[in-house]
T-cell receptor, first 112, second 115 residues
Framework: TQLLEQSPQFLSIQEGENLTVYCNSS?????LQWYRQEPGEGPVLLVT?????EVKKLKRLTFQFGDARKDSSLHITAAQPGDTGLYLC????????????FGKGITLSVRP | GAVVSQHPSWVICKSGTSVKIECRSL??????MFWYRQFPKQSLMLMAT?????????EQGVEKDKFLINHASLTLSTLTVTSAHPEDSSFYICSAMAGPNQPQHFGDGTRLSIL
């Protein structure tokens, strides 16, 4: 079973602080995706990482895929209240016809 | 591009009612759609995979007679919660893919509340 463990589960920080959150697995994934979901809405894809060791930047968000393709991290610089939301990582299930396995998510709250 | 629309966004109904939720891909043809269920502050749990023109495949533990899925066209899949009860109250989200190895595009979800 491919499980994705996300940590920390909850995070509350002050505006302007930096943070890093994690998505870990004992299984190798061909790719990992990060989504942000706001209350009452569907998840929105932020990034897909494919190559081991890959780093992708999206404005103040930096995503890294582990060398062994078993883990990923998301670093946010100078967090803003608009970054508040549920951050989900997901990876394709092996041999499962495009199905995704999701982590349990990280609830981030950025206080003004 | 790649917009997925869900309707309704919110529904409240009495116990025993059947409720239909629609998922439409607005600007692309979706060979595959997925239906998820999400409880508050929790992750998405895949319920079933919907393929156009064929029967849906359900995840283990999901009752196919309870959650009826119809994927009648390349732009529309429907989920019907039959004889809904309070324990069926949840946030239901669909996603659609244009083809294999393509990203999933998610709808904005449907909040279902059964009284």
């Amino acid at each position: 079973t491919q499980l994705l463990e996300q940590s920390p589960q909850f995070l509350s920080i002050q505006e302007g602080e930096n943070l890093t959150v994690y998505c870990n697995s004992s299984s190798v994934f061909s790719s990992l995706q990060w989504y942000r979901q706001e209350p009452g809405e569907g998840p929105v894809l932020l990034v897909t990482v494919v190559t081991g060791g890959e780093v992708k930047k999206l404005k103040r968000l930096t995503f890294q895929f582990g060398d062994a393709r078993k883990d990923s991290s998301l670093h946010i610089t100078a967090a803003q209240p608009g970054d508040t939301g549920l951050y989900l990582c997901a990876g394709p299930r092996t041999g499962a016809n495009s199905k995704l396995t999701f982590g349990k998510g990280i609830t981030l709250s950025v206080r003004p | 591009g790649a917009v997925v629309s869900q309707h309704p966004s919110w529904v409240i109904c009495k116990s025993g009612t059947s409720v239909k939720i629609e998922c439409r891909s607005l600007d692309f043809q979706a060979t595959t759609m997925f239906w998820y269920r999400q409880f508050p502050k929790q992750s998405l749990m895949l319920m079933a995979t919907s393929n156009e023109g064929s029967k849906a495949t359900y995840e283990q533990g999901v009752e196919k007679d309870k959650f009826l899925i119809n994927h009648a066209s390349l732009t529309l899949s429907t989920l019907t919660v039959t004889s809904a009860h309070p324990e069926d109250s949840s946030f239901y989200i669909c996603s659609a893919m244009a083809g294999p190895n393509q990203p999933q595009h998610f709808g904005d979800g449907t909040r279902l509340s059964i009284l």
